[in-house]
């Protein structure tokens, strides 16, 4: 489980914003982690980081123009992202999808976790994703919609034969959320933690700097903290 | 205290469902098939429907399609109460069929109840 896609199903949910902070956080601790921007239309990793025009991509890899080493951006000793295209100009249909497997498998053996921000719907793009990797870790609001989004990514991701890892609630505190008890009998999964929805994480991507880094006392950076702590623990029972 | 319409063909469901959630104060209305559930909303109107999905005649899918749809019953909210227990049934529920709540027989009486609790007080709202 050392590859996990975060997933949602349904777009909007935050889950690049939570693959961002995540990576932040665990590769603080010490874990060497290497972050995927694999959302292939709608790459934002750059931006959340700051690195808007980085360059060569992971469409240039999928695309056999860039080999993996020249890819894999460090910011820390213990933090790497591979960053995609802000270009609109990579056209799915000249990607191959397929190479993203051969990615994360090259990144697993120099990384103690790889974590892929999987783009949002279920077409080719997100299976893809999802194949490339080891366990879904679920992403969604706690609404209707979110639901239904990430029971059919639970559906996809058996269909792929992956396990999922449970679920995360992110920007709860409205007066209408489905409570996490209730997500977790109707998903069958384990929600792993909750989000607080928090304006600074806004704020944070205007900054392109992680709401951990940007603001590490703001309540979304404590729950975020609290997720990965879980997720670490996870992580060593798994090995 | 609530009024709670069961639709159920299953006699037992109907009769424990009736005193689990009679015994919490509300007032549960059983139904056995889908015709007669439509027929007793209009004159009961319950803050709650449970729906069971395999039913003869009308199935709970279908049901629940024809309260969502109609301006009279729409804002009532919709539980589908089932055995089918796999997310493709639940999302056929949720999406498809338009209802705002899942759950799997067989149930936990307890939690049962607490969750029957939180859609009277808080049914979820679709984004």
């Not at chain 1, 109707?186 to 700097?209: A, C, H, Q, Y």
Request: aromatic share 4%.
């Amino acid at each position: 489980m050392s590859c996990i896609s975060i997933a949602s199903g349904k777009g909007g949910v935050g889950k690049s914003v939570l693959c961002a902070n995540l990576g932040v956080v665990l590769s603080e601790r010490g874990y060497r982690v290497t972050i995927v921007d694999a959302d292939i239309e709608g790459s934002t990793q750059g931006l959340l980081f700051g690195y808007e025009d980085a360059h060569p991509t992971l469409h240039d890899f999928l695309s056999g123009r860039a080999a993996p080493e020249e890819i894999v951006r460090s910011l820390t000793p213990t933090l790497s992202v591979v960053f995609g295209s802000v270009q609109l100009t990579a056209l799915l249909r000249e990607l191959d999808l397929e190479r993203l497997g051969q990615l994360t498998s090259l990144l697993e053996r120099s990384s103690d976790l790889v974590l892929v921000d999987c783009p949002p719907g279920l077409e080719e793009d997100t299976r893809a994703a999802v194949r490339a990797s080891g366990a879904v870790l679920l992403v969604l609001n706690p609404d209707i919609p979110s639901v239904a989004g990430a029971l059919k990514m639970k559906i996809l991701a058996r269909k792929a034969g992956k396990q999922t890892a449970g679920a995360v609630v992110n920007r709860v505190g409205g007066e209408y959320d489905i409570p996490a008890e209730e997500l977790e009998t109707i998903l069958g999964e384990k929600v792993l933690g909750t989000i607080r929805e928090d304006p600074l994480v806004r704020s944070s991507v205007v900054e392109g700097t992680p709401l951990v880094s940007s603001h590490p006392e703001a309540p979304a950076s404590n729950d975020i903290k609290r997720l990965a702590h879980r997720l670490a623990e996870k992580l060593i029972q798994h090995k | 205290m609530a009024t709670i319409m069961v639709v159920d063909d299953e006699e037992d469901i109907l009769i424990l469902l009736k005193r689990l959630l009679g015994s919490r104060g509300h007032r549960v209305i059983t139904v056995r098939d889908g015709r007669e559930a439509l027929r007793r909303m209009k004159e009961e109107k319950p803050d709650l429907v449970l729906l069971d999905i395999m039913m003869p005649g009308l199935s709970g899918y279908q049901l629940c399609k024809i309260i969502k749809q109609s301006s009279d019953t729409r804002s009532t909210t919709v539980a589908m109460l089932s055995a089918k227990s796999m997310d493709e049934d639940k999302v056929r529920a949720l999406e498809d069929s338009g209802a705002d709540w899942y759950f799997t027989k067989p149930i936990d009486t307890r939690r049962f109840a607490e969750s029957v609790e939180w859609l009277l007080r808080n049914p979820p709202k679709r984004g």
